[in-house]
């Protein structure tokens, strides 16, 4: 996965934090389904890897509850990658692929030597908010 990752982040759109994230994201199926972030002047508008790969998903058919994996490689372009740091999803994020995901969903993160680790999206965003917190 850490081949692919490290291509798809040359399609990073990122020209003003220069911080280039790719993300792939897997389904109970094996299905891939990958993204960049893509930033905007106006930064409100900016998407984050994650989000346009499980964006990607749901648009091709994933249903919820179908993504089982998240992997992510982030690079820091103007100051250099520095091998040893791993990089989590954002808060946000962690709350998309809280919602769309299965519970037990794994997210991989990666250095730029390929080391990996891996962590719960529970862990990530424990007490996540959901729709059964929605008041009808």
């Known amino acids: 996965?850490?081949?692919?990752?490290?291509?798809?982040?040359?399609?990073?759109?990122?020209?003003?934090?220069?911080?280039?994230?790719?993300?792939?994201?897997?389904?109970?199926?094996?299905?891939?389904?990958?993204?960049?972030?893509?930033?905007?002047?106006?930064?409100?508008?900016?998407?984050?890897?994650?989000?346009?790969?499980?964006?990607?998903?749901?648009?091709?058919?994933v249903n919820k509850g179908d993504i089982v994996e998240v992997h992510v490689l982030a690079k820091n372009r103007k100051l250099g990658a520095d091998v040893n740091s791993f990089s989590t999803p954002c808060g946000i994020c962690r709350q998309v692929i809280s919602e769309q995901s299965n519970k037990g969903a794994k997210v991989f993160v990666?250095?730029?030597?390929?080391?990996?680790?891996?962590?719960?999206?529970?862990?990530l965003l424990p007490g996540g908010f959901s729709e059964g917190d929605l008041i009808v």
């Open 110 to 123: 990666y250095n730029g030597d390929g080391v990996v680790k891996e962590l719960q999206i529970s862990d």
């Open 1 to 61: 996965m850490f081949i692919k990752l490290q291509e798809l982040l040359k399609n990073s759109y990122s020209p003003f934090s220069h911080y280039s994230v790719a993300a792939i994201v897997v389904t109970k199926d094996a299905v891939e389904y990958s993204g960049v972030n893509v930033e905007s002047a106006s930064f409100g508008a900016t998407v984050c890897a994650e989000r346009t790969a499980i964006n990607t998903a749901i648009t091709n058919g």
